[in-house]
T-cell receptor, first 114, second 111 residues
Framework: NAGVTQTPKFQVLKTGQSMTLQCAQD?????MSWYRQDPGMGLRLIHY???????DQGEVPNGYNVSRSTTEDFPLRLLSAAPSQTSVYFC?????????????FGPGTRLLVL | GENVEQHPSTLSVQEGDSAVIKCTYS??????FPWYKQELGKRPQLIID?????GEKKDQRIAVTLNKTAKHFSLHITETQPEDSAVYFC??????????FGSGTRLQVQP
């Protein structure tokens, strides 16, 4: 199993550009979520999904869109990038309640918005 | 929504000493409390977790305690080693499988 994978590893955007951060997991996990981590700070929840076709907002959803058309994939879209979105983005997944609540994190995407 | 506060923000100990990090949470519906270790440039790694129906859990040198009444939980690391140096995060989950994190504690173990 590859676990949770994220692409790209690093991206530079100009203000106003759009992009999609990819996240995939091969563990058949129902739950997936996106977090951002600013320098010297904890992780903050952006959006999360409890299954294919179901998504909900976290603490800091503004400026981001998500969709969950398959169990495996949970892409995060920045519609119009802003310098305030410069951060490290982590995707995570966890299995069904009976399989434990451990969240497995991807390696992260480092985003710089100029 | 849930709010998690974590203290201290930095902690320096001598090798072999114990380290304690404390967190409080606000939402009584939270029922799962993991602790993560993050090394520079790496992803968070789960080191121990506890559910709300358990008061204490131990794994070798690491232990976590939970006080549901007071809404606080703590991480205890005994016999610290230089490789324990990292940033530690507590978190809470109300069951939606999406975590609210504390702000982190930078632990420095001096050889």
């Amino acid at each position: 199993n590859a676990g949770v994978t994220q692409t790209p590893k690093f991206q530079v955007l100009k203000t106003g550009q759009s992009m999609t951060l990819q996240c995939a997991q091969d563990m058949n996990h129902e739950y997936m979520s996106w977090y951002r981590q600013d320098p010297g700070m904890g992780l903050r929840l952006i959006h999360y999904s409890v299954g294919a076709g179901i998504t909900d907002q976290g603490e800091v959803p503004n400026g981001y869109n998500v969709s969950r058309s398959t169990t495996e994939d949970f892409p995060l879209r920045l519609l119009s990038a802003a310098p305030s979105q410069t951060s490290v983005y982590f995707c995570a997944s966890s299995g069904h309640r009976d399989r434990g609540e451990t969240q497995y994190f991807g390696p992260g995407t480092r985003l710089l918005v100029l | 929504g849930e709010n998690v506060e974590q203290h201290p923000s930095t902690l320096s100990v001598q090798e072999g000493d114990s380290a304690v990090i404390k967190c409080t949470y606000s939402d009584s519906a939270s029922n799962y409390f993991p602790w993560y270790k993050q090394e520079l440039g790496k992803r968070p790694q789960l080191i121990i977790d506890i559910r709300s129906n358990v008061g204490e859990k131990k794994d070798q040198r690491i232990a976590v305690t939970l006080n549901k009444t007071a809404k606080h939980f703590s991480l205890h690391i005994t016999e610290t080693q230089p490789e324990d140096s990292a940033v530690y995060f507590c978190a809470a989950d109300t069951g939606r499988r999406a975590l609210t994190f504390g702000s982190g504690t930078r632990l420095q173990v001096q050889p």
